[in-house]
């Protein structure tokens, strides 16, 4: 597993950790979820990602399972939701989290959009609270404008905001103008969610002319020449970046096993300026 640094705080954690969304709301799934869980963390992925608002507290449970017996091999992510973003609603809820996750810390909190009820101040005074307390490592966002990072790290004080979480894929580079580069310059790890896309069964794959009139996507014709999936070329596109880490969901151990085949290789230089013609920012 390769690791990168989380912000300037000197911990590495796994380039790719795994996603729980939808976790824990079919409970003819969950055996499968909890293996597929354990099954990444045998091999690595032990960047977790959750919160609260999966599936009702639900994803949190599972993961309790996951990590059950294991609980210092993993780097813990959950969120408070937006809704909870009042002092004592954040202390609240990191309390209800650690219940469900039947742990006494959390290795990175984050508050998961930013609130159109409570001042930032109030929710980054409660976080400065918990780190103190050692109930929480790292406080981190998720969804914010550099603005909004700008003035969490102005209310955190001493306490260095160390991750965004962030949408990003090969159909929505947005953070690539001004808030990658921003959160490069700032010591700020960019955490991208959905890297096949808000919805990888329907993931824009644009044509690409190989001979006449045939065409083939193009991220299966780049497949073939590196013996891989379509999907694990657009995940390993998304790793290119040297601040990035991601963190896919996969709900059974075959995803998982696809998802680590991501690794351990880099796209060519001239592939990479062909995705950029065809997946343009």
Request: with cysteine; glycine share 8%; proline share 4%.
């Amino acid at each position: 597993m390769l690791y990168r640094q989380l912000g300037k705080t000197g911990v590495k954690i796994p380039v790719m950790g795994q996603g729980t969304w939808k976790f824990g709301e079919n409970e003819q799934t969950e055996k499968e979820e909890i293996e597929a869980l354990r099954y990444g963390i045998a091999n690595g992925m032990t960047l977790i990602d959750t919160a609260e608002e999966y599936a009702n507290g639900r994803s949190e449970r599972l993961v309790a399972q996951a990590i059950d017996g294991v609980r210092n091999e993993v780097f813990l992510v959950t969120k408070v939701s937006s809704k909870n973003c009042s002092f004592d609603g954040v202390i609240w809820a990191v309390e209800a989290s650690l219940n469900r996750l039947n742990t006494n810390y959390i290795d990175l909190y984050l508050q998961h959009w930013p609130s159109q009820q409570y001042e930032l101040a109030e929710t980054m005074e409660a976080m400065v609270k918990l780190v103190k307390e050692g109930l929480i490592k790292y406080v981190g966002v998720s969804n914010f404008s550099i603005e909004l990072m700008q003035e969490a790290q102005k209310c955190l004080g001493s306490i260095p905001l160390v991750c965004n979480q962030v949408g990003y894929h090969l159909n929505d580079r947005r953070i690539e103008d001004h808030l990658l580069p921003y959160c490069n310059e700032n010591g700020i790890t960019v955490m991208g969610y959905s890297p096949f896309g808000y919805a990888p069964q329907v993931f824009g794959m644009p044509g690409f002319p190989v001979s006449g009139t045939e065409e083939r996507n193009l991220l299966d014709e780049l497949g073939i020449k590196y013996e891989k999936t379509a999907y694990q070329i657009a995940l390993n596109w998304v790793l290119r970046q040297e601040n990035i880490v991601t963190i896919p969901k996969a709900v059974n151990m075959k995803h998982m096993e696809n998802n680590l085949h991501a690794l351990g290789w880099v796209i060519d230089k001239e592939d990479l300026d062909l995705i950029d013609r065809y997946f343009p920012k």
